[in-house]
């Protein structure tokens, strides 16, 4: 993963596996022209990956709640209190994938 310097997600140099769960902070359709941008080019990663491993993909983008607290903008991005704002809607959403997957591919969390 490269933080985003050249790549916002890197899907497309993910190693094989059953799922990929991608996770794109700025790939939202509520993120505006980052949004939109982010978005193409993690459509573009997920299908070379998917081409070159076959594998389910989930992907995982703010929803509207969270985008409407701000970090779409490039002078957002890092601010802590965007990140506090966020952080409650962000763990419920990993509870209800995990919830998710544990139904879908129930294999990817036993221990």
């Known amino acids: 993963v490269d933080g985003g310097v050249v790549s ?3 899907a497309d140099l993910a190693s094989a596996a059953d799922v990929l769960v991608l996770l ?3 790939a939202g ?3 505006g022209v980052a949004g939109r941008l982010g978005a193409w080019q993690a459509n573009r990663e997920m299908l070379a990956w998917q081409r070159r491993h ?3 993909i989930v992907q995982v983008v703010p929803s509207a709640e969270m985008a409407a607290l701000g970090g779409s903008k490039l002078s957002e991005i890092g601010d802590i209190s965007i ?3 966020v952080y ?3 763990l419920a959403s990993g509870r209800r994938l995990a919830a998710e997957l544990g139904r879908t591919h129930p294999h990817l969390l036993t221990a």
């Open 8 to 10: 916002l997600a890197s």
């Open 29 to 31: 359709p509520y993120q």
């Open 88 to 90: 409650p809607l962000a």
């Open 54 to 56: 076959g594998g389910d």
């Open 24 to 26: 794109c902070p700025f």
């Open 83 to 85: 990140g506090r704002a």
